[in-house]
């Protein structure tokens, strides 16, 4: 499945789509600077306790080039071509960002959840505060993939930034059937139990009731009968790409949304 098809099934995908390609246009314009790869020896104990990566005080990882990509795309889509209230809240950013000397350290701190950050436009500065620091933390990303071991995390919320998963994927053929989890924020893949809820951690290790979508490529929508949380699954590989990105499935949280169900983690796209 390549993005072209998809959006040539799901039309109406095509304004997000747009201002993606603009947004991945600016983004890859950044000159990037590797962010450091910590002693991972020192992060094995709060690895072990769950405390996620990036909120860990044992790993020292320096947010200083983290802050400055954050203020670059902002600065560099302030003067692109993007759609009008967009545009408006962008140059709202830029000057925000750069009113205040502290403001950018505070902007990255409040995407981390470790500050608080009053945006006059929150829900734009997360979606271009993530893709940037998605961008900048993926060596980290793949570096910690590598050293982690999977089977002493499964947990509900994302391995190095903490967020709750914004979709899930099966993978493999059973017996060996894995489930694993995708963080929206930085874009994180982790295993987690194959069945049960990891929105109220319902340890009875119920199914979760699943919500086939007609002629979607794999993608359901599974649910909790306990706590109403749902998560979008796609249930088959080759295709992440394109049907983990959250966005191309964002008909789905409508559907969701419709049934009363709950989105219990971060969307960088806002569905009311
Ligand atoms: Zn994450
Ligand atoms: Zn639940």
């Known amino acids: 499945m390549?993005?072209?098809?998809?959006?040539?099934?799901?039309?109406?995908?095509?304004?997000?789509?747009?201002?993606?390609?603009?947004?991945?246009?600016?983004?890859?314009?950044?000159?990037?600077?590797?962010?450091c790869v910590p002693i991972w020896d020192n992060?094995?104990?709060?690895?072990?306790?769950?405390?996620?990566?990036?909120?860990?005080?044992a790993t020292v990882i320096d947010l200083t080039a983290a802050e400055r990509v954050v203020v670059l795309l902002v600065e560099n889509l302030a003067s692109a071509?993007?759609?009008?209230?967009?545009?408006?809240?962008?140059?709202?950013?830029?000057?925000?960002?750069?009113?205040?000397?502290?403001?950018?350290?505070?902007?990255?701190?409040?995407?981390?959840?470790?500050?608080?950050?009053?945006?006059?436009?929150?829900?734009?500065?997360?979606?271009?505060?993530?893709?940037?620091?998605?961008?900048?933390?993926?060596?980290?990303?793949d570096a910690f993939a590598g050293w982690r071991d999977e089977e002493r995390w499964l947990r509900s919320y994302c391995p190095t930034c903490g967020s709750r998963p914004s979709m899930a994927q099966l993978v493999g053929t059973d017996p060996g059937r894995l489930r694993l989890l995708s963080c929206g924020r930085c874009k994180t893949r982790w295993r987690y139990r194959r069945t049960g809820c990891p929105f109220c951690e319902n340890h009875s290790d119920h199914r979760l009731a699943v919500l086939a979508v007609e002629g979607e490529g794999g993608l359901r929508i599974d649910y909790c009968e306990a706590c109403r949380g749902y998560l979008k699954t796609y249930d088959g590989e080759g295709s992440?790409?394109?049907?983990?990105?959250?966005?191309?499935?964002?008909?789905?949280?409508?559907?969701?949304?419709?049934?009363?169900?709950?989105?219990?983690?971060a969307s960088l796209y806002e569905v009311s």
């Open 2 to 35: 390549t993005q072209d098809v998809w959006l040539s099934t799901h039309a109406y995908l095509q304004p997000v789509a747009l201002l993606h390609a603009v947004v991945d246009i600016a983004a890859a314009g950044i000159p990037t600077e590797a962010p």
């Open 81 to 141: 071509p993007l759609p009008g209230k967009v545009a408006e809240e962008t140059r709202a950013l830029d000057s925000e960002l750069r009113c205040d000397p502290d403001a950018p350290r505070r902007a990255v701190a409040w995407l981390l959840d470790k500050d608080v950050y009053a945006s006059a436009c929150p829900g734009l500065l997360r979606y271009l505060g993530w893709t940037a620091l998605a961008r900048h933390f993926r060596p980290l990303v």
């Open 43 to 57: 992060y094995t104990v709060d690895f072990q306790k769950g405390v996620p990566l990036l909120e860990s005080s």
């Open 240 to 265: 992440e790409h394109v049907l983990l990105a959250d966005w191309t499935s964002i008909h789905l949280d409508i559907i969701a949304h419709d049934r009363g169900l709950i989105r219990s983690a």
